[in-house]
């Protein structure tokens, strides 16, 4: 099991960003428009942080992991029995892959397929 993807939703994007970028001897990219315009930093892993302001104006500040899967149609399907409410089924990013976001125990969650 890994994390593809640990996108990091808050207000202060340049603050986060400063903060990991000291903390972990790592840098962030310029905004990228596919993720919501994130500034991603890759780790060494190849697993990728995503930190971006909130998209809408009722979107809170949020930590979301997404996990990497090899059938995300599946795992939507799975997790969805299990009582996941969908919040975001899944989309394709071109060139990026498809992801899905779903909420289990008040808490929000994320696939990932490449």
């Known amino acids: 099991m890994k994390v593809h993807y640990l996108e990091i939703v808050s207000p202060d994007v340049e603050s986060v960003c400063k903060a990991y970028e000291l903390a972990q001897n790592i840098s962030f990219s310029g905004p990228d428009e596919m993720l919501g315009g994130a500034k991603t930093s890759i780790l060494s892993d190849g697993s990728i942080v995503g ?37 975001v089924p899944p989309l394709d990013i071109p060139g990026k892959g498809k992801f899905a976001i779903y909420i289990l125990g008040s808490i929000e969650h994320g696939f990932w397929q490449i």
Do not use: C, F, H
Not at 57 to 85: C, F, H, M
């Open 51 to 87: 930190v971006r302001a909130p998209l809408r104006e009722n979107e809170t500040p949020v930590v979301r992991p997404y996990w990497l899967v090899d059938n995300i149609e599946k795992a939507v399907s799975d997790i969805e029995t299990q009582g996941a409410e969908i919040a």
